[in-house]
Each structure stands twice: as structure tokens, then as C-alpha cells.
């Protein structure tokens, strides 16, 4: 195992001391580890949004491209929501 060495401000390593303390974990390393692991997995999320967003973007340009889009304009989407309004009343 590596060892490193971190700088935490004083609030946070105190809230670590305190889930060691509390039993909620063995060590500060536990608690180290632990914070990397749901840092790891909270990235794959942004990065799993980031790629449907980005497919999403190639389609609007994909339609745009095929001249399948209409210009904008913001009277057609309030009009669009005021429909989808009525249908849910």
C-alpha cells in the first residue's frame, strides 16, 4: 500500500475524527477510502450523464442538419405547454 499524505481543513478532518470516533468507521484511512470509493463511483455518474448529453446534443444537431428543426420561437413552447396544461386539468 501507498501511504499519502493529505491536508484537510479543520472542519473536515474533524468530521472524519468524528466518524471514526462514533464507530461509524475502524480509521481515518477507512473513512479515506470510503470517501474515494463514492467520489469514484459519483464521477462515472457525471460522466454517464455527460455522454447521454452529449448524444442528445448530436441528435438536435443531426436534426438541424436534415432541416428537420423549426426556429425558435418561445410563443410556439408556451403555447405547447399551455396544451399539455389543459390535457392534465
Given at each position: 500500500?501507498?501511504?499519502?499524505?493529505?491536508?484537510?481543513?479543520?472542519?473536515?478532518?474533524?468530521?472524519?475524527?468524528?466518524?471514526?470516533?462514533?464507530?461509524?468507521?475502524?480509521?481515518?484511512?477507512?473513512?479515506m477510502r470510503q470517501a474515494l470509493r463514492d467520489w469514484e463511483l459519483a464521477e462515472a455518474r457525471r460522466q454517464a450523464e455527460l455522454q447521454t448529453l452529449r448524444a442528445d446534443v448530436q441528435v438536435g444537431l443531426d436534426q438541424i442538419a436534415a432541416g428537420k428543426a423549426k426556429p425558435f420561437s418561445t410563443a410556439r413552447i408556451v403555447k405547447a405547454g399551455e396544451r399539455l396544461a389543459a390535457k392534465k386539468r
Open positions: 500500500m501507498e501511504r499519502l499524505t493529505i491536508t484537510l481543513t479543520p472542519d473536515l478532518a474533524a468530521r472524519v475524527k468524528s466518524a471514526v470516533e462514533g464507530g461509524n468507521y475502524g480509521s481515518v484511512s477507512e473513512v
